[in-house]
């Protein structure tokens, strides 16, 4: 009996051009085709045995939910990747058959968090650190990032052409959200047009010299900047979080939110932003109490006068 077909040394020029790819998910790709190539495997097969692997700590660590979704994620990526630069990219059948595989590992769900109170800013906080700060290239993405309540790396993708004039004071803005799911956000007209010139906008919207910038790096400067101006450090993610909870705080929906938000269930807002509490008094409804007994006297009171009157 034929022992079970191996890769061949074709497969280790496509491991070498996965690897080189430079993108956000090198490392974890690196840990993946280690993962592979030690045990002899096609990249296909290998990546529901790679899934279990790592949920069952066989790399010795124990990973997070959310590691544990950018290593699959990273995976899924250079499987589709070795798909369409293969000899089979144009066989219908087989690319059913490669989703089929890829769906098969799931990702796992991550329960949203609540945000601390002390991870938000307040209006004031927000308006200080916008006037005190004098790096004139944060201080416009600290603004359109608290504006708006989008992510970081949404910002820096906007295109120009991405950007239609809309009604009225507001041009209406296309962003690109995860999983590639496309929403439509409202920036003032004017404070576009500063963007544009401060950055002398050629492409995106946001860009440095015709060249995008690095999300951790405007991450970083915001951080120094808000040290410098209130006293603590706060993230580009830190200033969505804030939109978020003033928006709900002054009353808006919870779906209105998610939806500028780029959130598909309005629980996850809700769990995340949500942070009203009853007092110890408010828990317990007492209806015994002379305020809760009171309407009822009130709507007696007519019929007493009636009889009184016949």
């Known amino acids: 009996m034929a022992g079970k077909q191996r890769p061949g040394r074709g497969y280790d020029r496509l491991f070498a051009e996965l690897e080189g790819i430079r993108d956000r998910y090198r490392l974890d790709v690196k840990q993946f085709i280690g993962f592979v190539k030690s045990r002899r495997l096609f990249i296909v097969d290998g990546l529901a045995q790679y899934a ?39 066989d219908l059948r087989r690319r059913y058959q490669l989703e089929d595989v890829l769906n098969s590992v799931r990702l796992k769900k991550i329960d949203p968090f609540p945000v601390p109170p002390e991870k938000l800013l307040s209006v ?103 040290l410098r101006t209130i006293g603590r450090e706060v993230t580009a993610q830190q200033l969505r979080h804030t ?16 939806a500028v938000l780029g959130h598909t269930n309005p629980g996850v807002t809700s769990r995340m932003y949500v942070t009203a509490r009853l007092t110890p008094e408010e828990t317990f409804l007492d209806l015994e109490e002379k305020q809760a007994a009171q309407p009822a006297r009130q709507a007696s009171a007519p019929a007493r006068r009636t009889g009184h009157a016949g």
Do not use: C
């Open 243 to 258: 939109w978020a909870a003033i928006q709900i705080q002054r009353g808006k929906e919870i779906q209105a939110v998610a």
């Open 52 to 90: 279990k692997w790592l949920d069952d700590g066989g790399s010795g660590k124990s990973y997070s939910p959310a590691t544990f979704n950018r290593k699959i994620s990273a995976a899924k990526n250079r499987v589709r990747y070795a798909f369409r630069h293969s000899d089979y990219a144009a």
């Open 124 to 226: 004031d906080e927000a308006k200080l650190l916008v006037r005190r700060t004098r790096d004139g290239t944060i201080r416009l993405m600290v603004t359109f990032l608290v504006g708006t309540g989008v992510r970081v790396s949404e910002m820096l993708g906007i295109r120009l052409s991405a950007i239609k004039a809309g009604k009225g004071r507001f041009a209406e803005v296309t962003i690109t959200g995860k999983a590639s799911k496309v929403r439509t956000i409202h920036v003032k007209k004017e404070f576009v047009q500063r963007i544009k010139e401060h950055f002398h906008s050629t492409t995106r919207l946001f860009e440095h010299q015709g060249k995008p910038f690095n999300r951790i790096s405007v991450t970083n400067r915001i951080k120094h900047e808000a």
